[in-house]
């Protein structure tokens, strides 16, 4: 039965499919329910590493075909799934912070940190440069999230790169994704596109020598670390590894507030059940230590009304969240914390008007300690 009985971390259970994704099954609609349309990820693949069978009939779901060979390691996958059945490993999002916040520390004051593929191959030349397999792994709740953390952060992303690239699709994806980031976080990211615009290039896009300023940081054994996380101070759990993916998610972060100020919390963030997906969680933590940015965030879901449906049990049972439920009435109603707005429930449910789309603005599901 897909309803949870506490609140558990999408990708706790995923299985490792290449070195940056993982697979959850039980979260995937198609394999979780017969009647599930989603191919998302399908059509996203420039490996076409995924695939489903062609027969339709199978009860309970149809099993994905993943080949490892014709992954290219890219995530976007992960962008595109609403319930988080792929999900990125490397790094986690956690991991992606520690892994900045040592490149800004090489950055020197008044500089920015840069975000890039992992074939520009700039991380090796400069401490301030981190690299991932794929921007296109990186969600809008993810950038957001990133945005506020680091208002220096700049993507440098050379104008060719993603057009000599199998994963031809990222560029767009990246594109989509940063600019509503940037509208939620009220905030700019700095795009470069040519060597010479990045701080520690000189205007032909040449690193300087040590003669000149010392900023040729990429070569020692200190820069390997920070963009690597080869750091002894990181954990098992800031390093991405398995114990990072078990961690539950909390709803009501612990948060130093300035003085007059108020922890803020979520209405219907104690108890919650289900499973949260790593990007529903990125953003509500987001909102939860930048409660500015509350007016700016929608959730997308689903609203069901339970007088309409006639097969309310079956609605509930199908959901791979747990987002449906019962309240101590035994009136069903959807979670707007845990729901994404998959649009399984309303495949299944029985009844002209059973299931609707809504959206939740995080303003009103803010809270402060003190409230009842």
């Known amino acids: ?4 009985t506490k609140l558990r971390a999408a990708g706790e ?16 609609l198609r394999e979780s329910n017969a009647k599930a349309t989603c191919q998302k990820c399908l059509d996203i693949c420039p490996g076409h590493a995924i695939r489903l069978p062609k027969a339709t009939d199978t009860p309970g779901g149809v099993k994905l075909s993943l080949s490892k060979g014709f992954c290219v390691d890219c995530g976007l996958c992960c962008n595109v799934c609403p319930t988080s059945a792929f999900i990125i490993l490397e790094p986690t999002l956690r991991y992606l912070r520690q892994l900045l916040k040592r490149a800004n520390a090489a950055a020197g004051k008044d500089n920015h940190v840069y975000l890039t593929c992992i074939e520009t191959g700039l991380a090796a030349e400069h401490g301030s440069v981190v690299e991932l397999p794929c921007l296109g792994a990186l969600t809008t709740e993810m950038w957001t999230s990133l945005i506020l953390d680091f208002p220096n952060l700049a993507v440098y992303l050379p104008g060719d790169l993603c057009g000599r690239c199998k994963a031809k699709d990222a560029e767009s994806i990246i594109v989509d994704a940063v600019c509503a980031a940037q509208e939620i976080a009220e905030a700019e990211v700095t795009l470069v596109e040519h060597r010479r615009e990045l701080d520690f290039t000189d205007s032909k896009g040449r690193l300087p020598t040590k003669e000149d300023d010392g900023m040729n940081l990429g070569i020692g054994e200190m820069v390997r670390d920070i963009t690597h996380g080869a750091d002894e101070d990181l954990s098992e759990e800031e390093r991405g590894t398995a114990d990072m993916r078990k961690t539950r998610v909390r709803i009501r972060k612990e948060i130093t507030p300035e003085e007059g100020e108020e922890t803020p919390g979520m209405k219907g963030g104690e108890g ?65 914390l845990i ?34």
């Open 1 to 4: 039965m897909a309803q949870q």
């Open 13 to 28: 259970k995923a299985v490792s499919l290449v070195r940056a994704i993982g697979y959850e099954s039980s979260l995937c």
């Open 272 to 336: 919650l059940t289900g499973t949260l997906t790593a990007n529903r969680a990125a953003i509500l933590d987001a909102v939860l230590r930048f409660p500015q940015i509350a007016k700016n965030t929608k959730l997308h879901g689903m609203q069901l009304h339970p007088e309409k449906c006639t097969n309310v049990d079956e609605v509930m049972a199908a959901c791979p969240l747990g987002a449906v439920k019962k309240d101590e009435n035994g009136k069903a109603y959807i979670d707007k």
């Open 339 to 372: 729901c994404v707005g998959c649009e399984l429930c309303a495949i299944i449910a029985q009844g002209e008007g059973a299931v609707e789309p809504c959206e939740t603005s995080c303003e009103e599901l803010l809270l402060k300690t003190n409230e009842d």
